[in-house]
């Protein structure tokens, strides 16, 4: 009976959106903030209310739903990267427009990427992140070498793109339909018939895909509000509560280079508030928060940069798919940089000057190739404490608080995505400053 009380309210809390959308035509991105809020407080009353067993048969459902909708994001993933990569690449007119947005793009990637592993360094270390923790009993893991760094950037190397496909391997699929899309641009500057054919059947194909898009992206709410019911049931706030420290330092270092940085970076080059940008920003941002993922607010990222941001469908075709999974500014950069903080603490380790400049460098490396997917992080932070000869096992301590520092880490690297299209666009001329200006923030978007 106690299963049916929770179970209805929760249906009752998906009715309530709908009659949100429907009835009130509230705003796509209060929806969504809404059902983050609806979500967090049904997800901590079942957490600390609930018995165990009634909690456990209602995350079931939570689940479903949840997941559900990243599964459906997940879904959208294989016929739009490579379909919007080529696409967009087409939409170049020749070999020396596409050196322009290809050179400034992955250029900016790495400029990001190097501010916030300095970041990532100095916030730890102001906060003295790991200082005073138990350390215990630490489960034993395999050593790791640099070795592995260069293996993981070989498998970016696209041997077998279906493959890549198949196992949802992102960077080799994007490397070959990056090199498709050049080959394809290549044949254009020189034999202009032959490829429009291509042209038109890609951009019918990418329209299909968008107007999916659009049909799954109407659910986000109700995916949101799945996903944080589920990931508070479970966890509540003790996570919060032994590792606080570190939560609030990641938070603040998330914040800090969205705010410095990319801030700082569309203010100078585009000549746009700041705090407009976010605003427009809000959709995806907030979609990145809930999901904790980079690739699953893929979708909804390309729509902002389009829609909300002005950013020219050329240039939002290239740089979204490549930034979901190459530019990974807090997952690869922050949170690496603030780990070894970390561990360095929590062991008592002293840091040399060579050893922050190797986190540095190596934070840069992981921006750029870290698995856009939750927990993702981990993996290169392991490869980021192996090379600068620190313990491994500190990734365990933070583990714990991982999916509350990973919400903020993945709305980061969004906003680094967001923010290169509006200064890659606006130094190309493709950014329309006076429609970003003058629209009414506060209108629904297109799918909504």
């Known amino acids: 009976m106690r299963i049916v009380l929770w179970l209805g309210v929760f249906t009752f809390l998906l009715?309530?959106?709908?009659?949100?959308?429907?009835?009130?035509?509230?705003?796509?991105?209060?929806?969504?903030?809404?059902?983050?809020?609806?979500?967090?407080?049904?997800?901590?009353?079942?957490?600390?209310?609930?018995?165990?067993?009634?909690?456990?048969?209602?995350?079931?459902?939570?689940?479903?739903?949840?997941?559900?909708?990243?599964?459906?994001?997940?879904?959208?993933?294989?016929?739009?990267?490579?379909?919007?990569?080529?696409?967009?690449?087409?939409?170049?007119?020749?070999t020396g427009e596409l050196k322009k947005l290809g050179?400034?793009?992955?250029?900016?990637?790495?400029?990001?990427?190097?501010?916030?592993?300095?970041?990532?360094?100095?916030?730890?270390?102001?906060?003295?992140?790991?200082?005073?923790?138990?350390?215990?009993?630490?489960?034993?893991?395999?050593?790791?070498?640099?070795?592995?760094?260069?293996?993981?950037?070989?498998?970016?190397?696209?041997?077998?793109?279906?493959?890549?496909?198949a196992e949802m391997q992102m960077i080799p699929l994007v490397v070959f339909s990056v090199l498709l899309g050049v080959a394809a641009i290549a044949v254009k500057t020189k034999q202009p018939d032959k490829i429009k054919p291509i042209e038109t059947l890609l951009e019918g194909f990418l329209a299909i895909v968008m107007q999916l898009t659009s049909m799954v992206l109407s659910l986000t709410p109700y995916g949101v509000l799945g996903l944080t019911s589920y990931w508070l049931s479970s966890t509540g706030l003790a996570a919060l509560v032994q590792l606080g420290l570190f939560v609030v330092a990641m938070i603040v270092a998330c914040l800090l280079h969205m705010a410095l940085v990319y801030g700082g970076l569309v203010a100078s080059t585009a000549k746009i508030n700041p705090l407009r940008f976010f605003r427009a920003s809000s959709p995806a941002l907030l979609l990145a928060f809930s999901s904790r993922s980079s690739l699953g607010a893929l979708t909804m990222t390309i729509s902002t940069m389009t829609k909300r941001l002005k950013v020219s469908d050329r240039v939002a075709n290239f740089v979204g798919p490549l930034g979901a999974v190459m530019n990974m500014d807090a997952c690869g950069g922050i949170f690496p940089a603030m780990v070894a903080i970390f561990a360095a603490n929590a062991f008592g380790i002293d840091l040399t000057v060579s050893q922050y400049v190797l986190i540095v460098v190596v934070s840069i490396f992981a921006s750029l190739g870290s698995a856009a997917v939750p927990m993702g992080a981990t993996a290169f932070t392991i490869i980021t404490l192996t090379t600068v000869g620190l313990p491994v096992e500190a990734v365990g301590l933070v583990a714990?608080?991982?999916?509350?520092?990973?919400?903020?880490?993945?709305?980061?690297?969004?906003a680094g995505d967001l923010t290169t299209s509006v200064v890659v666009a606006n130094s190309l001329g493709e950014f329309d400053k006076k429609a970003f200006d003058e629209q009414d923030l506060k209108t629904e978007m297109a799918f909504a």
Request: aromatic share 10%; glycine share 8%.
């Open 400 to 414: 714990g608080v991982d999916f509350l520092v990973d919400m903020f880490r993945t709305m980061t690297n969004v």
């Open 15 to 94: 009715i309530a959106l709908t009659v949100m959308g429907k009835r009130f035509k509230t705003p796509f991105s209060v929806r969504v903030f809404v059902s983050l809020l609806l979500g967090t407080l049904f997800g901590l009353s079942l957490f600390f209310f609930a018995e165990s067993s009634v909690s456990q048969e209602v995350r079931r459902w939570t689940a479903l739903v949840g997941n559900g909708y990243v599964d459906l994001l997940r879904m959208l993933i294989i016929p739009l990267v490579p379909t919007s990569i080529i696409a967009g690449l087409l939409r170049l007119s020749d």
């Open 103 to 165: 050179l400034r793009t992955i250029g900016l990637f790495l400029f990001t990427a190097t501010l916030a592993g300095i970041i990532g360094l100095v916030v730890g270390s102001l906060f003295s992140v790991g200082s005073g923790m138990v350390i215990g009993e630490l489960a034993k893991r395999d050593s790791n070498t640099i070795t592995n760094l260069f293996a993981q950037f070989r498998a970016f190397i696209p041997s077998n793109p279906v493959r890549s496909a």
